[in-house]
């Protein structure tokens, strides 16, 4: 209990504030600013100073002394144009940086030691990819590894056939002889392409099929609810294509956009997990695991191979998938787990989480949600190191059934309730290499309802990355494609009820009121 209560007293309310009044000052661009202003110094003081000069030079003839006035500021207009091409500056005042690289990208291209060649064949007419052309301008100007050449598709055709470029905003990247196409609008897609090109091992994710799992095969937009409102589609959903099942389709395109290759494997088959999985995802299972099956996971363990398990709330563990858990420090418990302080919209049942315990696998992570989840505990085992990574807040508590009367466990104790956690070690102290595995107790969040919003894709990928071991390569999110929404918690929600259907229909009330009552 003391680890649970202990991810819930991170200081949080004590700095925020600080923080919030820090934050703009901290994005400034203060070098750019600096340069900005010296410049606008400059051209005030050249301004003064034509104002002042004398016509004529007392030292000099008529004609001598306007060479001497022209070379000079000939001279110093010279000057003033080199040092603002060396120093080159950009200031972006747009509140969501919008004609500046990303963070992420910014991160990729300084980190680069080898040269890396890009070629972006551009349409003239479109305007994102003009604003990209200047994003891959000042990325440039960071690293002199990142070498970028822009060429109009339309006024270059032979060329951009030449290499092999067959659509407009294609950028074509090359280290020595790989190479790798993009084609996007967006500095990221690039700094993505580039983490593709840097990468000289084939780092394959395995999904885990044979039970029922989520498939990674399937279209990769649904909606869909649960949780005290049970499992429904509502009418958004008829805006998005439909599928006949849920799916991590997303999840498996945004692998594949980092560089890494996304394949199936069955444990019904008795076969041993192959070597080459750096990790292997179980996300959803529906049928039990046979005590065969469990071993070819535990075998594969005890090789320091990494798994991530996603369990939902109604699936009944079988002993022996227990058994293994248990003997790398994991307990997962029956039941869903209700917040009513920190949840997601309206529903209790939909875990919302900001605050996160300390490990690799939530550095710099947002607020994610949960919806529909069962509680995990950790377990004293000698060589294995458990960190929870998500908790709910000390106000839950857990109900045996999601649809069921909850009366009686609203009265009774509350404190929080771990979601997700990490473990680390040898199994059972006697293997000789390090596994590592996270267990979250949800499994829909990954999926393709829930995926792309606010940051679970940042908390499912940054997972998969301590998996493989990649927690110190540069933290790169690929963007997903989404329908626009507005995501709210349950607290949002309420302040905007309050204001916009109590605060602002009585003060017009009373606004009217006083005035009848002043001229009555």
Known sequence: MSDQQGLTDLPAGDTSFLHSLLEPLQSLDWINLGWFAGVVLALVLLF?????????????????SATLVIAAAVMVTILANVALFRHDAHLDLTHEKAFTPSAEAGEVVRRLSEPIDVVYFYQKQNQAARALGAML???????????????DADQNPALASSQGVRTYNSAVLRLGERRVE??????????????????????????????????????????????AHN??????GTGVVQMEQHGIGRLRRAIEKLGL?????????GQPIPDDCAAIVEANPRTR?????????????????????????????????????ASLGIAVHDGVIVDPTEHYFTDEQMIAVSRYGPHPATRGLALSFYPGARPLEILAVPGVQVTPLAASSGDSYVIANRLGAHSKSKSGPRSSQIIALAAEGRLDG????????????????????????????????????????EERAPAMRPPVEVLPMVSL?????????????????????FAGSAMWWWRR
């Open 231 to 236: 499992h429904s589609h509502n009418v958004s």
């Open 182 to 227: 993009v084609i996007t609008t967006d500095d990221r897609e690039i700094a993505l392409g580039v983490l593709r090109l840097l990468r000289t091992r084939e780092v394959v994710i395995c999904f885990a099929s044979g039970h029922g799992e989520y498939d990674i095969d399937n279209f990769e937009f649904h909606t869909h609810f649960e949780g």
């Open 489 to 509: 918690t349950g607290e949002q929600m309420r302040g905007i009820f309050l204001v916009t259907v109590l605060l602002i229909p009585g003060l017009i009330a």
């Open 289 to 325: 695991y046979s005590p065969g099956e469990t071993d070819v996971l535990r075998r594969y363990l005890e090789r320091g191979g990494s798994a991530m398990l996603l369990i939902e709330p109604d699936y009944i563990l079988d002993e022996s998938i227990a058994a293994l858990l």
């Open 48 to 64: 003064s100073a034509g104002l002042k000069v004398p016509a004529r030079l007392a030292f000099a003839s008529r004609m001598a």
């Open 137 to 151: 301008r000042q990325l440039e100007r960071q690293n002199a590894n990142f070498r970028v050449q822009q060429i």
């Open 261 to 269: 290759v996304a394949r199936k494997v069955s444990f019904a088959i």
């Open 430 to 469: 006697s293997a000789a290499a390090t596994f590592r595995m996270i267990v979250a107790g949800d499994a829909d969040f990954a999926s393709n309802s829930f995926f792309p919003y606010l940051a679970n894709s940042d908390a499912v990928l940054a997972g998969i990355s301590w998996l493989t071991r």
